[in-house]
């Protein structure tokens, strides 16, 4: 019998490698199709109505702050702006419709052809060892997130993260080539993203008399007003005209919300407007040409207006232009020597985040800062990046400023993904592993040297007993940082190191923000990797947070059970954040009881679904049909066994699903 739905199909070609490559050309092609579909919708005329009109379903979405549910639309938004930069399109005036939840509808069947796609490697090599398997998936599940995600951090962090990164060169690199200072970038970001519902609450009160004046209107006609009295009540209400322009204004100001002119940050800028919105545009139509998919470079990040004609811009991005800084700056460092010298103050500044949080929770730890120890090659001192002890508790923190390298540059994803967390995680876990051996192999006092070999401190050794070691990266790897399992090699005495990127690290210390949490978490934490997964590490530190240092199913078998946590978990830090910076948001209850778990269990083509060690459903994933599906199955297999006569194609179909057998049953198609 022939699968039934795509999984089943996926399901039969695992192994074959012959199929895997046809099966990708078959979703190239479809990719191919739905993508030139989107583009043809987009011209000069649709597409700032489609700019408009994703921009305020964003803001509309993001206006709950916290509680919001999980969709696509940032992933589409991202993707379809970045095939209006390859339009020209002059002015910002709407005029076409931009069928624009059409294009999102479309977008969704795109993305899932991206995930199929992104996916096949996968079911290849099914012989080969469990951790290159892990890889490839984990693989695949990077790129896509890379490609579609949007910021993981707060604007203040952003806002905070620039300043950090280019204040140091803003005299010498960026006003040079900008003609404008980094203070007054970040501040004509932030005057942005206040003007545009500033615009549109001045809308609101401008159109809002006319509203009033329609719903009166209406009352009277449901009351029984004669044509005349509404004809009169119309026409010669005192403010009728004014009502009327009014209203005509509010249209007006929505309409134009995403469009500036420089005089609309001089004010913070110092008269720099219009070096601002230069630096930070392009002209569309001249951008873009090669962007075919989400994984393609996109110039709407890194400059999110567009420049029009008479001189003024338009707004692609509302929501995450702030963030646009940390991708257009870098590339004013544009020779050797300035790439070294921002890697250099890269690598400084992370090392100075880190210190900063980890003290903030170990505030009477004693803390060395770039010190050295004897743990070099044939006993030689090395440089350490920070070193924490608190009681008989040791966090040695390794921090690491390379990031990822993007999609594009990672085209045989895997053995790229392998390096840089060879070059990032392990080398960091292998420096801070050398120095807790270090420790733990001298039993007495031990001398911390600075960097011209002068003895600095004296450390007892004889009392410590728990050693943490902690990678601090400036940048989000996701699935990658949260299971280490596949990707690194560990001392087994010391187990996995526990790494976090700074802007996750300032939301998780809202919550764990004792030494005593924080050392339990990560007790705990270096236990899941292989057995729990989530692509944000400030999941599993709500789990934490909510249910404590509970043990997984699985009985710490890496590898037998594998429990994805819900997203959910992080809405205690989302919520905590929220309430410190003045709202009234709802706080997630933390004692909440024990978790419920959530299994699922594989045998042959079915898998069955238990809540608790209870099961609940079945799936066969070949034929799509659920347990009480497949009961029905049976029973009707029995049936034809014992001779009954085959239903005709329209006759009532005997698995008592209510359809007509050509439409249940004797229906053998493959659903996509």
Known sequence: MQPQTYYGHLDSI?????????????????????????????????????????????????????????????????????????VAFKSGAISEDPQTDELLETCGTLWQAFFYREM?????????????RQQRAIAGMTSLLSAIQGELSYQEQARNRVGRLFSPFCVRVIEPALGVSVSQ????????????????????????????????????????????????????????????????EGVRTINECLLFAPSDLDDVTDGRGEEFLRAF???????????????????VRSRPFARLENGTFMLLDVCYCIYAPLSRLPECFDTPKLSERLRKRRDVA??????????????RAKSYRSYYTPVGSEGKRAERDLLLIDGDTVFVVESKASPLRSVKKRSDKVSRLATDVKKTIQAGY????????????????????????NVVSQIDTTNLVHFYPVVALDSYFGFIATDLDCWMKREETIGYPWVVDTDTLESIILKIDTPAKLAEFLGWRRSLHGIATNEDEAVFAGFYVRHGAVAMPGNGNVGSTMVLLDADYADVFEAEYFKRQGYDVEMPPEEIGPPVWSMMKRDGDVIDFSIDGKKFDSVNIR?????????????????????RKRPGRNAPCPCGSGQKYKKCCLKRRLSF
Request: hydrophobic content about 35%; some cysteine.
């Open 430 to 453: 292998d420096q801070a592993v050398s120095v807790i051996e270090y420790l733990k192999s001298t039993s007495g006092t031990i001398d911390i040297f600075d960097n011209k070999g």
């Open 14 to 86: 695992k192994g074959d490698a012959d199929a895997i490559e046809k099966e990708k050309r078959r979703l190239d092609k479809h990719i191919a199709r739905l993508t030139r579909k989107v583009e043809r919708t987009i011209t000069p005329a649709t597409a700032p109505g489609l700019l408009w009109s994703i921009n305020l379903k964003e803001l509309q979405r993001i206006a709950p702050l916290v509680g919001i549910p999980v969709s696509d639309l940032m992933g589409h938004s991202r993707y379809l702006r970045a095939l209006c930069a390859k």
């Open 120 to 132: 096949l490697d996968d079911l290849k090599d099914l012989e080969g060892a469990r951790e290159d």
């Open 623 to 643: 034929t799509g049909r659920d347990a009480k599906q497949m009961r029905r199955d049976a029973a009707h297999a029995k049936k034809l066994a014992t001779g």
């Open 281 to 299: 545009s392009f002209a569309p139509g001249g951008e873009n040409q090669d962007f075919k998919t989400p994984y393609d470079e996109d110039i």
């Open 350 to 363: 992370l090392e100075d985040e880190a210190s900063r949080l980890f003290t903030t929770v170990l505030k």
């Open 185 to 248: 970038i970040t501040a004509a970001f932030e005057r942005v993203r206040g003007i545009v519902p500033e615009r549109l609450e001045i809308a609101r009160e401008l159109m809002s008399p006319a509203h009033e004046h329609w719903e009166a209107f209406k009352k009277l006609a449901a009351d029984g007003a004669s044509d005349e009295e509404l004809d009169h009540f119309m026409h010669n209400h005192p403010e009728h005209e004014k009502v009327g322009k009014e209203f005509s």
